[in-house]
């Protein structure tokens, strides 16, 4: 019998090792050994995937997954939009490009605002006076010009036989398509070809979009800024109720930029500039954290929550006072960088207590801005790698969709401050440094990011998410080096954001310790579960010691890695 006893005893004490050892491996998204490209859906990332494999770079790459997405995923990708891209050559080399919508010519500061000098309701987020100029397809075009090694041929061919073949429908694209619905029949006269029934395994084909993407073949960047589609879409646009004219596209230029670039313990980081307030903002936030022991803390424990959620609320009041489009106002991003300013900005917190968002300056203001952005990284077989992030702002932009080119235009002048102090759709207030002005980039939380370790590419990581993008991209890069994740990991695990007003924690729905949750509102905090089902879908590429790639695709999307 005692044998029998120790038998079952080894028997179970076998079981509970072999528990423990698989509870121990750590989950790893897709491995490959040379190239990567993560995205919000399979068809954009396979073609990038498939430029690279061809010999392309990872410039190349982009140039293929912005354009694939404009047809994978219009919910977000776009033609009608705009975005930013941070890259880091394999010589070290570092750069950015903003291709962020601006102001048409017409606009003025009160455009929408009634009589009375309030917001009209609407007016910004939906429809033809909703649009910026949009800068996608200059931004492709420049990348593709200083950095690309592949005729722009060889980059555009798959994606218009993709769009003339068509996308399958996912399960969560029929669910978007049937939310919007109602406000695509809203603003749109006639009908479109997302007013029908679609559902999951149908095909959706985008002939007309395939002939916009011919004339950039045939034309080049002209064959959208200029000649039929340019007339084609002014005229859209006006017919709709909008101001863009021909002579706001023409007028149209990508600019290049110097990156936000800081330290954090060994870590470089490489983030976007404004009229992205990403790297800034990321920076402010890493910054004033960086003297806590996160690690000894524990990942989403109360402690590493209140320091993170107090460097948030300091860092985004900062945001909405002195950021917007650097043509246009002074930025005094040292200063805000500078280690002497952040120490003092972090006077008064207190593990004790919350400090009140009444109390950090600058407190008449909020942020909102839209989740409905997308992301893609890219690390190609050379060494270089890119991060880039594309909107037409809220979901579907102004749901404005033009039939005769295929695409929907963005509702991006909602990102300026239409009334200094007022939230936008997204809840989030602005100042006076991004009110509109005629040819003004509008501010954005877009942070495409790029992170070295002791000289080495370590990372390529960004985010949709609206004014959640920088606390996500922040929590991501924090999971894998102080809390060692994986890039699978890292992403896919639960986030948190504070944006300084409204003043609580965001907080994923059933992603928190409930002891977690109540020991932070009984420090005083308010949590927020509600409004916040899901912050950020992340995409991005670890690097890892042995130089092998580790690709982390959210699985709040659709988002999907391909690579070899």
Known sequence: MKHLVKITLFFFLLIGCKTNQKTNVKARGLMTQKAMVVSAREEASKIGSDILKKGGNAFDAMAATEL??????????????????????ANGEIGAIDYREKAPLSATKNMFLDGNGNVIPGKS???????????????????????????????????????????????KQESRI??????????????????????????????????????LLEHGKDGFYKGETARTLAKFIQDNGGIITEDDLAKYEAKWRTPIVFQYDDLKIISMSPPSSGGVSLGQIMKMIEPYDLHTFGHNSVKSIQVITEAERRAYADRSYFLGDPDF????VETLLSKSYLTKRMDGFSFEKPTSSNDIAHGTIQIVESDETTHYSIIDQFGNAISATTT???????????????????????????????PNMF???????????????????????????NGKLLMSVGTPGGSTIITSV????????????????????????????????????????????????????????????????????????????????????DDTAVGF
């Open 68 to 89: 694939a997405l404009a047809v994978s995923f219009p919910y977000a990708g776009n033609l009608g939009g705009g975005g930013f891209m941070v890259y880091r050559k």
């Open 125 to 171: 987020t939906l429809g033809a006076m909703a649009i910026g100029v949009p800068g996608t397809v200059a931004g492709v075009f420049a990348v593709h010009e200083k950095l690309g090694s592949l005729p722009i041929e060889d980059i555009l061919k798959p994606i218009i036989e993709l769009a003339y073949k068509g996308v399958v429908v996912t399960k």
């Open 178 to 215: 049937k939310h919007y619905q109602p406000f695509f029949r809203k603003v749109n006269k006639d009908s479109i070809i997302f007013d029908k029934l679609w559902k999951e395994n149908d095909t959706i084909k985008y002939p007309a979009l395939a002939k916009t993407l011919e004339r």
């Open 329 to 332: 106002v002074d930025i005094p």
């Open 392 to 422: 037409i702002n809220g979901a579907y932009g102004s749901k404005l969709y033009c039939s005769d080119l295929g695409f929907f235009l963005n509702n991006e002048m909602d990102d300026f401050s239409s009334k200094p102090g007022v």
């Open 427 to 453: 809840g989030v207030t602005g100042g006076e440094a991004n009110s509109i002005a005629p040819q003004k980039r509008m501010l954005s939380s877009m942070t495409p990011t790029i992170v070295e370790k």
């Open 474 to 557: 922040l929590q991501t890069i924090l999971n894998v080096h102080e809390f060692n994740m994986t890039m699978q990991e890292a992403v896919d695990a639960p986030r948190f954001h504070h944006q300084w007003l409204p003043d609580e924690i965001q907080m994923e729905v059933k992603g928190f310790d409930i002891n977690t949750i109540n020991q932070l509102r009984k420090l005083g905090y308010v949590i927020n579960e509600k409004e916040s089902p899901v912050i950020g879908k992340v995409d991005g590429i670890l690097v890892l010691k042995d130089e092998s790639l580790e690709g982390g695709a959210d699985y709040r999307g």
